[in-house]
């Protein structure tokens, strides 16, 4: 804490990986951009510590749109959308990305999909606060880009359908997340029976589900929820190999990136919505 | 500024460990008081739908009254082992009248048959349940616990005289986590309509197979800023799939188009009754009339937080508002309120048969706290719950005692006795409020409070 008092304070938080206490931090930020890189102007995510985990099942605290129609796209969107009544645009967001974490995936496909509109959803607040600055900071160093690609602080678990109308998705992202190894805590997993019932609702009709994480029990959890649901089918190895976006999930996510790096093995299931039969 | 802010800070830091020793003391008051007050259950009421018979339910108790030979009926087999031995909280007949379902507390589903009253069957639940509903073809029977699951009951096999103890739910979907208020089926029996406490309506196709789950969702009626608390159809013969009706915590009550989700209309039942407009009482029960031409509304009672004039306090609902129904136009509007003279009778549930022009209201608790008597009902009826004629002599108002039919009869066995104290009656209408608050309204709580929740939450403490 020392080296506080005797160097310029964004100097010190450049170089040395001092962990700092709230006050300090605080006095950071008042500064101004030193939470910033300073060479490419995105935040740093040393600032932006979160606990690894939250609990889905507690009452939520965060605003939450009363239906699909109160989601202002121009908080989002300004430069798609002008004004909060939607007139500007037909497009509505056509990906999301559920638990988008430090936001890898959305970033990257943002410029793959620059026509369509993506949303990054994820629980923690000062996660979803580092994704927004990476966001608005990409946005000031490449101009005319990243304008299609945003972020909110939801609980999906509990408000996907306040976001989404009916068949409004064409992409659904659930990439590494929680394992939650507990058979008492199974119903906080993210992909579960009951849930794919409300994520078939949201996703149209061919449009596609990605899942993939570094835990065997759950990539199995998950790949037998989905096979067991009567309005999910299996994607076949052939359109695997020929969707470019099957391979950003591991090399644009963040924990992708991890696993690939400690040599990790990962198990993916995708699959195509399609209509109830019979 | 920020000087002041440090300050500020700092004195708060100080005053922590006094603080926190406070906020324990508090907090473990709290939960203690909340954890009473959710053991506060509503009498509930149901109509047999061709007027044989009337079923009351306070607490663990289930009162039935024959309408038609104008006795009290017990239940067939009155042992301690085939009685509810916690709240009721869900209470139905079935579209014809051959089958009562009453669940609740005790994790207990009771399929009753309405002619013989006996117990056809009991299923366990593995939560409290919140809301029961019967398929409209009387195949299945669907319940719904605290923890958001919709279970199925298949019927198949059930007959009067043999009863059927072996019989198992299945779980076919769930509101993530959240509790389930009401379930109800469409009119055409093609979809299944469950309301929950996060706001939210999901409208689901219910299958040829249900066993094998639920899974398609045609819609979600999503505007209530606060739980939704009830739900009804309103249909007739030009409207046959009808319009769904939901009240809600939020004081008013919305139309629905369950088919595409959409909002239709809003009734801000709460000022359209020139209610005071903090209080924004939750709307606790919905009826419509069989023709679809009136929806009855019943609204807590609303919080006396200042002390009132005389003139103010006359000026409080006590009765029911009548709301006309317009289903060519889809709009709901305001028609008038029926008061409940003599008493401050605030119904908890309301219920009606499908022909015929009689309302019945029910108010009571049961595990009142700080009361002698700890749990009471008492039954009203509205004439006339029709549409409106021009006739004055036909306007709706509430039956005399004595008008009531049955009689004493009736009222003895409804409600315990043929005179109620009316005494307790505001006092368990402001626990009944307390109670559906601390279940359904989410908890506010300061920034320094919820922090200080968290590192007291259960789970830590165990590792001390």
């Not at chain 2, 249900?210 to 819609?219: M, T």
């Not at chain 2, 039942?269 to 009339?289: C, F, I, K, M, Q």
Request: with cysteine.
């Amino acid at each position: 804490m020392f080296f506080l008092k005797s160097r310029p304070i964004e100097a010190s938080s450049l170089h040395q990986p001092i962990i700092l206490g709230k006050k300090a931090r605080s006095m950071l930020e008042s500064k101004g951009n030193s939470t910033f890189n300073k060479s490419t102007g995105l935040p740093r995510k040393r600032f932006y510590r979160a606990r690894a985990h939250s609990n889905p099942l507690s009452d939520s605290h965060f605003p939450v749109p009363l239906s699909p129609q109160h989601v202002d796209y121009s908080l989002h969107f300004p430069q798609i959308f002008p004004s909060p009544d939607r007139s500007g645009d037909a497009r509505r967001i056509e990906f999301a990305d559920v638990g988008c974490g430090f936001g890898g995936l959305c970033i990257s496909l943002s410029t793959l999909f620059p026509e369509k509109l993506m949303i990054g959803m994820e629980i923690r607040d000062k996660v979803t606060e580092y994704v927004k600055e990476r966001i608005l900071g990409l946005r000031t160093t490449n101009p005319g880009q990243y304008q299609n690609v945003s972020v909110v602080r939801t609980n999906s678990m509990k408000y996907i359908p306040n976001y989404f109308e009916k068949g409004q998705l064409s992409k659904m992202f659930f990439l590494f997340p929680d394992p939650h190894f507990k058979e008492k805590n199974h119903r906080r997993r993210v992909i579960s029976p009951f849930l794919l019932d409300e994520y078939a609702y949201v996703l149209k009709e061919g449009g596609i589900i990605y899942t993939i994480t570094d835990v065997e029990e759950l990539g199995v959890w998950m790949r037998t929820c989905l096979e067991n649901h009567p309005m999910f089918e299996c994607i076949t190895d052939e359109e695997l190999e020929a969707d470019p976006v099957v391979k950003l999930l591991v090399s644009a996510t963040e924990e992708g990136q991890k696993v690939a790096r400690n040599g990790g093995q990962t198990f993916q299931a995708v699959f195509r919505r399609v209509a109830l039969s019979g | 500024m920020e000087e002041a802010q440090m300050k500020e800070e700092f004195k708060t830091e100080t005053n922590e460990t006094q603080m926190e020793e406070k906020e324990t003391e508090d907090t473990q008051l709290e939960e203690k008081d909340s954890y009473l007050q959710t053991e506060v259950a509503p009498a509930l009421i149901a109509l047999h739908p061709f007027d044989q018979s009337i079923a009351v339910t306070v607490g663990s108790e289930l009162r039935i009254f024959n309408l038609v030979k104008n006795c009290a009926v017990s239940l067939a087999d009155e042992s301690k082992e085939m009685l509810h031995r916690d709240s009721i909280r869900a209470l139905r007949f079935s579209d014809s009248g051959k089958l009562l379902v009453s669940a609740g507390d005790d994790k207990l589903v009771k399929i009753w048959g309405a002619e013989s009253w006996q117990c056809l069957c009991t299923v366990n639940s593995e939560k409290r349940v919140s809301a029961v509903a019967i398929s409209k073809d009387e195949q299945y029977v669907c319940f719904a616990d605290k923890f958001g699951v919709v279970w199925i009951v298949d019927l198949v096999g059930l007959a009067e005289n043999q009863p059927n103890p072996d019989k198992n739910a299945v779980a076919i979907f769930g509101h993530y986590c959240s509790i389930i208020t009401s379930l109800e089926f469409s009119p055409d029996g093609r979809f299944i309509v469950s309301a929950d406490r996060d706001f939210k309506i999901r409208v689901s196709v219910f299958p040829k197979y249900p066993l094998k789950g639920v899974h398609e969702i045609q819609s979600f009626c999503l505007g209530h800023s606060e739980f939704v608390s009830c739900l009804t159809f309103v249909h007739n013969s030009d409207f046959p799939q009808g319009f769904l009706v939901s009240g809600s915590g939020d004081s008013t009550v919305c139309m629905w188009d369950v088919t595409s989700g959409s909002l239709l209309c809003t009734s801000d039942v709460g000022r359209e009754a020139n209610l005071s407009e903090e209080s924004h009482p939750a709307v606790t029960d919905l009826y419509a009339t069989a023709d679809g031409s009136l929806v009855a509304v019943a609204i807590q009672r609303q919080a006396l937080e200042i002390p009132l004039s005389f003139d103010l306090l006359l000026s409080i609902l006590q009765g029911i508002l009548l709301l006309s129904c317009d289903l060519s136009a889809k709009r709901l509007s305001m028609l008038k309120v029926v008061p409940v003279p003599g008493e401050t009778f605030i119904p908890t549930r309301l219920g009606t048969k499908l022909s015929g022009n009689l309302l019945w209201m029910v108010t009571g608790a049961s595990n009142l706290p700080g009361t002698k008597e700890s749990s009471f009902a008492r039954i009203r009826a509205v004439s006339c719950f029709k549409k409106k004629s021009n006739d004055s002599d036909l306007e709706p108002r509430v039956l005399e005692d004595t008008e009531v039919p049955g009689g004493d009869q009736l009222l003895e066995k409804l409600q315990g006795s043929v005179s109620v104290e009316s005494t307790v009656f505001s006092a368990a209408a402001d626990a009944l409020n307390a109670a559906m608050s601390s279940l359904l309204r989410k908890k506010q709580y300061s920034d320094e409070k919820r922090d200080f929740r968290k590192k007291t939450r259960n789970d830590k403490k165990f590792k001390q």
